[in-house]
């Protein structure tokens, strides 16, 4: 499995596969020819189909100025090796110096087309999360340890800047206003959300609020373009900065426990990432959204010190009520409705893990069978419903 420095990276948004990746690819390209005066991308798949709305083209432009860049889009091929494919052109005089085939998987990660998918080195020697279970049980160490033992303890300084990095995002978007950026006209509601005054609402009520304004405030600026960290995707970043800010503002968790949370989120989302997808475009929102979920019920868990099995189970409740969720981003927006399904997910991260704690020595299910069946049902899953903006909500929504 990959280092947990791959899961979480600092970026812009609005989405890690379609502006993150692709700007990733055009920094590296572009670095490759120098000699190039001009350059070209043709998006395939997803990014053809949403790119407009998750500003890939803009990405690419801003990362190839000042030399200048087309972007086109091609909506008829489909024998892709992944949905989110795209090529880039070196030019000349308008000639072609070079050709470039790249897929972004999720997660701000991209690979060449012709490395056949191979990641980043792995640095865990487990294949799954019943082997990580195993390991912990027999050196009888929390899971957050497993973090230290193969990354070694400078990770924690790695996890330190994740966790200031998503504080000021929180920060940020609760301070803002406004509409986000696109045709839709969408308001941000996470500043309403937190400073609304309700004289009728109890103490469960307002804390749930303020745990959604910290969901909504991460996923708006994210839709706006700000700077956000992938956990494990942009189109999800909210889900475990909300979760942690909350936990940590009710219960004054030091910033060391924190960051042990993110290292056992960490080993969640990349085990999903070995087995599965967290890439919407290859299996829908359960794999964004579903991950960020299992990846903020663990992290609860860890916070008050649960044991590994309880852990697992959390994540477990947490991604099996994700599966079927699809990507349907109207207008090919991370917006609607992304920015409120991360507010939702965020409060059953934390059901979830109130569930473990309780039935954990009942569940007949584990983490690994889930991540399965996630893949499988996202492979099943019509493309229609796989971040393309021609199912569901974007079907059926006209602004």
């Not at 749930?208 to 910290?214: E, I, N, S």
């Amino acid at each position: 499995m990959e280092s947990v420095r791959e899961l979480y990276k600092t970026g812009k948004g609005p989405s890690s596969s379609h502006t993150m990746g692709p700007a990733r690819a055009a920094r590296e390209f572009s670095d490759a020819h120098p000699e190039a005066d001009s350059f070209r991308a043709v998006l395939f798949g997803s990014l053809a189909l949403t790119g407009k709305g998750h500003l890939t083209d803009v990405a690419l432009l801003e990362t190839f100025a000042p030399r200048p860049c087309t972007v086109e889009e091609d909506r008829t091929r489909k024998d892709l090796p992944h949905p989110n494919y795209f090529e880039l052109y070196a030019l000349r005089g308008g000639e072609i110096l070079a050709k470039q085939a790249y897929l972004s998987v999720g997660g701000g990660t991209v690979r060449r087309a012709e490395d056949g998918g191979e990641g980043a080195r792995e640095v865990y020697p487990f294949a799954d999360f019943s082997a990580i279970l195993r390991y912990a049980q027999e050196k009888k160490i929390p899971l957050e340890q497993i973090v230290y033992d193969f990354e070694g303890d400078e990770v924690k300084g790695f996890l330190a800047e994740v966790w200031h990095t998503m504080q000021s995002t929180v920060k940020r978007g609760l301070c803002a206003s406004g509409k986000l950026p696109g045709a839709l006209g969408v308001e941000r509601r996470a500043k309403t959300l937190f400073e609304t005054v309700d004289e009728d609402e109890d103490t469960t009520g307002r804390e749930q609020r303020h745990l959604c304004a910290f969901a909504f405030a991460v996923s708006e600026e994210n839709a706006a373009g700000g700077t956000i960290v992938t956990a494990p995707t942009c189109g999800s970043c909210g889900v475990l900065p909300a979760v942690l800010c909350f936990l940590a503002a009710k219960h004054g968790f030091s910033e060391n426990r924190i960051v042990d949370a993110l290292a056992v989120a960490g080993l969640v989302g990349v085990t999903v990432k070995q087995n599965a997808s967290i890439s919407g475009a290859e299996a829908g929102c359960q794999a964004e959204v579903g991950t960020a979920t299992a990846m903020a019920a663990a992290a609860t868990g860890c916070l008050f010190r649960a044991d590994p099995r309880t852990i697992e189970y959390a994540a477990e409740i947490a991604l099996e009520h994700q599966l079927g969720l699809t990507c349907d981003p109207v207008g090919g927006y991370v917006q609607i409705p992304c920015i409120e399904r991360n507010a939702v997910a965020a409060t059953r991260a934390i059901n979830a893990y109130a569930l473990s704690k309780v039935l954990a020595g009942t569940r007949k299910i584990d983490f690994d069978t889930v991540v399965a069946t996630m893949y499988a049902t996202g492979k099943d899953l019509s493309v229609r419903y796989r971040e393309t903006s021609e199912g569901g909500l974007a079907a059926k929504y006209r602004c």
